[in-house]
């Protein structure tokens, strides 16, 4: 739950949290001498996550309680919730052979959710790659990847991923450009004698030597052959 405290004064005060399911506290936590400054313009933050796992759809109500130190002074304030998965996307990649998401979990509500990702070229549907997500809780994160099982032939081509929640809903997404360049050829060089070298390690000038080289034995062994 997320609590602001303003105070006029510097103060310091108990913090008493509780999170209620019906008619029973399924959470309790305090945290105790924590200084609140004296400002309006900067609040205390009191928020606190709940340690407890939620379940999806379930009406909870969360429950504060602040006790001065100083004279015992309290305030109470309550909040009810819908209990609810969510997450969201953070980061992607993307190239010709394949892409990625990481997704971070922003929920007490386990996600099962999944991503998918699909494939355009010049309004047409090329790829549609759906994958399950791991299952994430409030700050957890992780990445998923895919592959197109082939290399992009040049080109521009759209890249659109969905964040899919647990029961199909469209919870996040993201759109891309992905253009697939024609792959270069090796740079030819030159060796020390300047001969070319065409990238095989082995430059033309030495290619005809070992040439002739070939040549001049095989007929030395023909003169031979003669002489016998």
Do not use: C
């Not at 309680?65 to 304030?77: M, Y």
């Not at 990445?143 to 521009?156: A, F, K, Y």
């Amino acid at each position: 739950m997320t609590l602001l405290v303003y105070s006029e004064d510097l103060a310091v005060v108990d913090v008493y949290y509780m999170l209620v399911e019906g008619d029973k506290a399924v959470y309790v936590t305090r945290r105790d001498s924590v200084p609140i400054a004296g400002s309006f313009r900067s609040p205390s933050d009191l928020s606190l996550e709940w340690k407890q796992i939620l379940k999806n759809g379930r009406e909870y109500l969360g429950r504060v309680k602040i006790v001065e130190k100083r004279d015992g002074q309290t305030r109470a304030f309550m909040n009810s919730f819908t209990a609810r998965y969510d997450a969201e996307i953070t980061d992607t990649y993307s190239d010709e052979t394949g892409a990625s998401a990481t997704v971070m979990g922003i929920s007490r509500v386990p996600f099962e959710g999944s991503l998918r990702f699909n494939l355009h070229q010049d309004g047409i549907l090329l790829a549609s790659v759906e994958e399950k997500t791991p299952i994430l809780l409030s700050g957890d994160d992780e990445t998923v990847e895919v592959s197109w099982n082939r290399t992009l032939d040049p080109g521009v081509y759209r890249l659109t991923i969905q964040l899919l929640g647990n029961d199909g809903d469209l919870l996040d997404f993201e759109e891309t450009i992905i253009e697939a360049k024609i792959p270069l050829r090796p740079a030819t060089t030159r060796t020390d004698d300047g001969a070319e070298d065409d990238g095989s390690g082995i430059s033309r000038s030495l290619s005809i030597a070992l040439l002739l080289l070939l040549v001049a034995a095989a007929f030395i062994g023909f003169r031979r052959r003669q002489k016998s």
